[in-house]
């Protein structure tokens, strides 16, 4: 890594010596106004509540979970585009969380970000060039304007007379392309891409997965990719960490994951991913996931899966939350019971589908 981090910061507790980004304790509670003038504040939408992650310099980790689980906020938190609560956020062990003013401006340059639309978070009005030169001007960095956006055009594969177009001149496809090229402007280590080919079409999905991917290898970056597929995520993450309800609750290398999920939700989000193998599809678990994403407003206490667990035991789940435990090396999972469930000592007492079908 470059920059040496200055005397004053320290790396956050634990996090692995090859850490770029270490998030701790991290909470982005939105505040619930109401009364009669809605000027009091009468609760708070827990959209994230108390992460710990780290992503290594040069790999790409995962995040995935339901809609409204809080990946986005998470995303936002760590680029300092949403509040923090609570928490540090460590890039290349400065404590970005207490920037700034100019310092907090200077440390965007190194960490971008990639939207899910890009028709909407590309100005309609700007050309190309415009899109791609105005975080240059921000950042008051000398260029040469056709060298630099000819050079961005060239590593996302656009032709040089893309950059006089105008975003609704292009495929959506395209259009994300521009979306990465304008990430890359400012030559960051670190990208978050939120959900980059979920507006897509999925013949297109693959390219633009395999351009995150090549450039990533070219020029050496770091990665936060955020999907609610669990495909999308598989494709281009070395570890992958499931959310749930505002916290992590499973991290571990991509392949340790898909081959042996071992919390409960990871379990039920696998299991609604269908195999192309037929024989492993027949025989593979099949847990239902029941009722809907509690509120981030008025969360479950104790796990905060209890309420949608199948393997959920009286007391503890409902009253204790668990932490987030390293299980095996490099597997972390905040789950009460997980090792009697890998046992096959506590079995799911919820519907499956084959009881569904059994029934039908
Ligand atoms: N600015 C905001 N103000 C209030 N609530 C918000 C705000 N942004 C997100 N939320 C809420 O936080 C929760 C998590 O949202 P989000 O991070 O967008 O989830 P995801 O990206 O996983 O779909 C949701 O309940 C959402 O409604
Ligand atoms: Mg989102």
């Given at each position: 890594m470059s920059a040496a981090p200055s005397s004053s910061d320290t790396d956050a507790p634990g996090a692995p010596s090859d850490a770029l980004v270490s998030v701790r304790g991290l909470k982005v509670h939105f505040p619930i106004k109401g009364g009669v003038f809605g000027g009091r504040t009468v609760g708070a939408v827990r959209a994230v509540d108390g992460v710990d992650l780290d992503v290594r310099a040069g790999t790409s980790l995962g995040l995935v979970g339901e809609s409204g689980c809080g990946k986005s906020t998470l995303g936002r938190a760590v680029l300092r585009l949403s509040p923090i609560t609570a928490g540090t956020v460590h890039f290349d062990g400065t404590d970005v969380s207490a920037l700034s003013g100019e310092q907090l401006r200077a440390s965007r340059k190194d960490m971008q970000m990639v939207f899910q639309d890009p028709l909407a978070s590309l100005n309609p009005r700007q050309s190309v060039e415009t899109i791609l030169t105005e975080p240059l001007k921000a950042h008051k960095i000398d260029f040469d304007k056709r060298t630099r956006v000819g050079e961005l055009l060239d590593q996302v594969g656009l032709p040089g007379s893309a950059a006089q177009k105008y975003p609704h001149e292009f495929s959506g496809g395209q259009r994300q392309r521009i979306g990465i090229a304008r990430a890359l402007a400012l030559e960051p280590r670190f990208i978050i891409a939120d959900e980059p080919v979920s507006a897509l079409d999925v013949s297109v999905q693959a390219q633009v997965l395999n351009l995150l991917e090549e450039l990533q290898q070219q020029l050496g970056l770091t990665y936060l990719v955020i999907a609610h597929d669990l495909a999308v995520v598989r494709h281009v993450s070395d570890e992958v960490a499931v959310m749930y309800l505002g916290s992590i609750i499973e991290q571990a290398e991509s392949d340790d994951l898909y081959d042996e999920p071992l919390h409960p939700y990871t379990r039920s989000l696998m299991s609604a991913v269908p195999v192309p193998d037929p024989e492993i599809e027949d025989a593979r678990e099949r847990i239902l996931l029941q009722g809907d994403l509690p509120s981030p407003a008025d969360p479950p206490a104790g796990c905060r899966f209890h309420t949608r667990c199948p393997f959920k035991q009286p007391t503890r789940c409902d009253s204790e939350r668990p932490e987030l435990l390293?299980?095996?090396?490099?597997h972390r999972v905040a789950c009460h019971y997980v090792e009697e469930i890998a046992r096959g000592e506590i079995t799911a007492h919820q519907l499956t589908a084959e009881d569904v079908a059994a029934r039908a």
């Open positions: 390293e299980l095996r090396p490099g």
